[in-house]
């Protein structure tokens, strides 16, 4: 594996040393950007996570600090550990399934014909547009207790009456359903991205991968993997983020059934505690504890990444 | 395995070095298989075909499903949307729904929040991309201090939680007078993709073997010349991925939109379809997938524009054949 | 419950009194306010056109040289909206807030002290309970708006073909439910989704249960308490034996189930009987054809006349930020005048003037409107009550109920939760 990081390495290693101001130049206008917007906001969001800061601070009164009480506040709470292990099996799984499902897609388009992969294309993309609560209302229709269309059509084609069977009271099958709907929503980014990649790679390493035979998987992984790596490992590292701090999705879907409780992932259990309840501090508490983690889990890959690029 | 490897490892180069070397072929119809002697290999590659259409068939089925269920609700009346056999069909067919979102006078009216929509959208795309293209840049294809400490960075910011910052964002943009202003959204949803921007194109600028501008230094194109007549083009699928993404994003945004643009007359689109959701009368469903529907419409739109873009003009000069 | 009122009143009486004392003073600003233009945030589409275009033209014409624009608001996210933009330089001037998200903002100091117009606004004229729902610390923010009611809509033909008759108690009311459940297989003698956590709290405060009282600035959650048990264990027997709905449903759009015929009896806001009877060439078509079936009547208490219902509704305030708050307050006085209030009650809803009720007219849902906010009552006035229902405890709670938990050991959990919220 080593002979495999090193070669492909060794493509991206820069053979003039050329230093000076060109890096800093194309960085400014992002940086300045970033800086501003998401900076400045980021450091307030520390500092309040150290103080006593409700809505009344909001409307300006002085906001007393309060050394790490959020924090011992925050992680002396079970639900949160609960809230937390529950969004990490779910950020997995959705990770795993869209990931899979995804690259097979982007596969496939490479082996279809241009008016099928429109079709595929279209298809993805249309679902992809979809705005998150049009998603979730339909969504909720389709799995509707009493008129959902799962139920009717499973009571048709089964026999069973399932008129009335509630998908989302039971927490795992409330999981199933967010998954579903929030797989349907990732794999098409997954799919255009690496599909994109794929086409980045030669036409004679696709055709070399693509011949028949056994051994179609190893030959993807060892002939067109190493082209998508870095491809793949920039979505995979996003898709873990995004299905981590996962919001509208489970927050509209609670609104239909279910119980929060037993529902609630960090997204959720964040803007419960900031903007709903006014706990701005604790809300900022969580959400720097929750970067930390997030940051931990991925220093692994973050590092490999950078550690190959650096050589 | 590491023999394997090895084989393989060198294989991947031996091709990338022949696709370097050899001159690029005419672009060959994209999908159809190439030509082989052999005939066995022609049957069975055409039964796979068929079987590879068939799935495409069905993927096309399950992702337009939720989104065919929208549109026929949008043609249906309120109270024929759900009942306890559901209508596969709009059986009363109905346009009094996308009547009622565009003209009904007592709404708030459509087309200005489309030209907000749109405006912001449209310059979120276009200044993230060259944004975002430049610092890729910055951090595939040169080595500087500090150039850790930013890619951690772009990584770390994507994991702020959105809900926990929006009153700071907010006020940041209050101190700036950018309330209720095109540019001040603009600004926040550039901001919000920005990092995704950058971290996508960074891998899909290290996906283009530095080796094939080399090549073409070789040649006697100056650096900035082969990135441009080698690399970019490669890019081009890149940024059309990203760039599609950040117009979803950008088109679909509720909450800072919301916050931000307060007065009706900035109102943006996701903004303007809550309204049709009532406390104390009845939703009327129907027109929110009628909204919704007009919604998907410019994104559609903005694809195939793109889309077209990137399967036309710019890769035919590409190396890759 | 009666103890609760109580001290709303008293509140309120005492604040009408100080009005008096400091009238004068607050007097000085209102004569001849600078001209400038405000802006009024109303939330959904509530407030009928006709009071939206008569509040602009009476202020435009009792401040010559100002202008007032009505800005619709979605009640989604409004929480948030508010949130930033009471707190920001772009502050709109009056703002209309649900009676349970008033006092998050009440107690944070978003809106204008109008403590000393309280009397001129309309004193113990206006709903107590919107009264000390807009009140925070002994000082009156946010006025009564307007409020809603929860009646009850019924099949006359099923409750006919069971032999029974408007229920005149409580326990009858839960005992016909049963009844026409067990008639009719797949129909539920009582729609109660389990989400639906507004219309179980009539059967708490009916057996003498509280959700929360303050002892001496302590507030104790009273799900435990005997009267509290008694109520959750009748909620239970209504989702388990005369309710079909969902038992993780929420109580949004009752309409649908009562039109496929699913329904034989429903407590819903006033205004749901418009969605059941909406004509068919209507936007939102109802079933017209059950105009003549359809039956209303205010929920029956434990011992008879109408029970304690939970009042939704809105208040309105001033926002501190206010670039102009005496025109501002004039706004608001238009707002709480006669004329508007009619506007407000002839479209059905419950009019912040209780001298006004009579304008909700004559019919059947009027008149148990009036009989429904005669006796309707608020959750706790706390300000941090709006927490415990954004963190949705109550609808996993009833939920839980529905689901056929021990109801004691889910109110003792519930408790401490509440308890935690209010007193952290």
């Known amino acids: 594996m080593t002979t495999l990081l090193g070669s492909v390495s060794s493509r991206l290693r820069r053979p003039v040393g050329r230093k000076g101001l060109a890096p800093a130049l194309l960085l400014v206008p992002a940086t300045l950007i970033l800086i501003a917007i998401i900076g400045w906001p980021l450091l307030q969001l520390v500092i309040v996570s150290f103080q006593q800061f409700g809505r009344a601070q909001v409307f300006g009164q002085a906001a007393p600090f309060v050394g790490f009480d959020n924090y011992t506040r925050v992680l002396g709470d079970p639900q949160f550990w609960q809230v937390l292990a529950r969004s990490f099996l779910f950020c997995i799984v959705n990770v795993v399934v869209t990931m899979s499902l995804g690259t097979l897609v982007a596969l496939l388009m490479t082996r279809l014909n241009k008016f099928f992969r429109t079709l595929v294309s279209v298809g993805l993309l249309l679902a992809w547009a979809m705005p998150a609560l049009t998603a979730v209302i339909i969504w909720g229709w389709l799995f509707d207790t009493q008129f959902g269309v799962v139920n009717y059509l499973l009571s048709q084609v089964t026999g069973i009456d399932f008129t009335g069977h509630s998908w989302l009271i039971d927490p795992i099958s409330f999981f199933a359903v967010a998954g579903v709907i929030i797989t349907w929503q990732s794999v098409p980014f997954v799919a255009f991205t690496i599909y994109a990649g794929l086409t980045q790679v030669p036409d004679e390493v696709m055709e070399a991968a693509q011949l028949d035979g056994a051994g179609a998987v190893q030959r993807f992984r060892l002939i067109v993997f190493p082209y998508l790596k870095s491809i793949f490992l920039v979505v995979t590292i996003l898709q873990v983020i995004w299905d981590l701090r996962v919001f509208t999705q489970i927050f509209a879907l609670q609104g239909i059934g279910g119980i929060r409780e037993q529902t609630s992932t960090l997204g959720v259990y964040i803007y419960q505690t900031s903007l709903g309840t006014g706990d701005y501090g604790a809300g900022g508490a969580i959400a720097v504890i929750m970067v930390i983690i997030m940051l931990a889990i991925s220093i692994f890959y973050v590092r490999q990444t950078i550690k190959e690029e650096a050589l | 395995m590491s023999t394997v490897t090895k084989n393989a490892d060198l294989a991947v180069l031996d091709s990338a070095v022949a696709a370097m070397i050899v001159p690029p072929s005419p672009r060959r119809a994209s999908g159809r298989p190439p030509r082989r002697p052999v005939s066995g290999h022609r049957v069975k590659r055409r039964a796979a075909s068929v079987v590879f259409s068939v799935i495409a068939v069905i993927i096309f089925l399950c992702s337009v499903f939720p989104v065919y269920w929208m549109i026929n609700t949008s043609l249906q009346p309120n109270n024929e949307i759900r009942g306890p056999i559901p209508n596969f069909f709009p059986k009363d067919f109905t346009l009094g729904n996308y009547s009622t979102v565009l003209f009904e006078p007592s709404r708030s009216p459509f087309l200005p929040a489309l030209a907000n929509s749109l405006a912001v959208t449209l310059l979120t795309v276009v200044i993230a991309l060259v944004f975002a293209f430049l610092a890729s840049l910055a951090v595939t294809r040169f080595r500087f201090k500090g150039r850790k400490a930013f890619i951690l960075s772009i990584l770390i910011i994507q994991m702020i939680p959105a809900e926990a910052m929006i009153v700071s964002t907010y006020r940041v943009l209050d101190s700036w007078s950018l309330l209720n202003t095109i540019g001040g959204l603009t600004l926040v949803y550039v901001a919000t993709v920005l990092p995704f921007t950058i971290w996508t194109l960074r891998g899909f600028v290290n996906g283009v073997p530095i080796e094939l501008e080399e090549a073409a230094m070789i040649d006697g194109l100056s650096r900035t010349g082969a990135f441009w007549k080698i690399t970019f083009p490669l890019l081009a699928p890149g940024l059309v991925a990203t760039g599609v993404f950040g117009f979803i994003q950008a088109w679909n945004e509720f909450v800072l939109a919301l916050v931000v643009m307060s007065r009706p007359a900035s109102q943006t689109l996701p903004v303007w379809l809550r309204t049709f959701q009532q406390a104390n009368t009845t939703t009327d469903w129907a027109a929110i997938m009628a909204g919704s529907t007009l919604m998907a419409i410019p994104v559609v739109v903005f694809f195939l524009i793109v889309q077209g873009r990137m399967t036309s003009g710019l890769m035919s000069g590409a190396v890759k054949g | ?424």
């Open chain 3, 1 to 424: 419950m009666r103890k609760l009122s109580l001290v709303a009143l008293g509140a309120a009486t005492m604040l009408a009194l100080a009005g008096c004392a400091s009238g004068g003073s607050a007097a000085s600003g209102s004569s001849t306010p600078e001209a400038g233009s405000i802006r009024v945030w109303l939330n959904g589409t509530d407030t009928p056109q006709a009071a939206r275009d008569y509040l602009k033209t009476t202020f435009e014409k009792q401040n010559p040289g100002s202008t007032l624009t009505v800005e619709e608001q979605s009640w989604t996210g409004l929480v948030d909206k508010l949130t930033t933009s009471l707190s920001g330089s772009d502050s709109p001037d009056v703002v209309e807030v649900g009676n349970t998200q008033a006092a998050a903002f009440t107690s944070a100091g978003a809106f204008e002290d109008l403590t000393s117009k309280l009397q001129e606004l309309g004193g113990s004229d206006l709903l107590p309970g919107f009264v000390a729902a807009g009140t925070y610390d002994g000082k009156f923010y946010a006025a009564p708006y307007y409020s809603g009611a929860r009646l009850v809509f019924y099949k006359k033909d099923l409750l006919a073909a069971s032999g029974l008759s408007v229920p005149t108690t409580l326990d009858q009311y839960v005992s016909n439910g049963v009844t026409l459940a067990a008639a009719n297989p797949g129909v539920s003698g009582i729609y109660f989704p389990g989400q639906d956590w507004y219309n179980a709290l009539p059967y708490i405060w009916e057996n003498g249960g509280e959700i929360a009282t303050d002892d001496n600035g302590t507030w104790k959650a009273g799900f435990e308490s005997a009267g509290a048990i008694a109520g959750l264990k009748q909620v239970q027997q209504v989702m388990e034996k005369a309710s079909v709905a969902p038992k993780d449903g929420n109580e949004t759009d009752p309409q649908v189930p009562f039109c496929a015929g699913t329904v034989a009896q429903v407590s819903a806001p006033s205004w749901v009987k418009g969605s059941i009877l909406a004509a068919a060439d209507a936007k939102a078509p109802g079933c017209p054809d059950q105009t003549a079936n359809l039956g209303v009547y205010a929920l029956p208490g434990k011992n008879g006349g109408a029970a304690q219902v939970f009042a939704g509704g809105s208040n309105i305030a001033i926002a501190a930020k206010s670039a102009h708050p005496d025109l501002a307050y004039s706004a608001l006085k238009i707002m709480l005048g006669t004329d508007y209030q009619t506007i407000l009650g002839k479209t059905g809803l419950v009019p912040a003037l209780k001298s006004l009720s009579s304008t909700l007219g004559t019919d059947d849902v009027a008149k148990a409107t009036a009989e429904a906010a005669a006796n309707a009552k608020l959750t706790p006035a706390s300000p941090k009550w709006a927490d415990v229902e954004a963190a949705g405890i109550l609808q996993d709670f009833f939920v839980k109920i529905g689901q056929g938990g021990d109801v004691t050991a889910l109110a003792t959990d519930v408790d401490s939760k509440i308890n935690a919220i209010l007193n952290g």
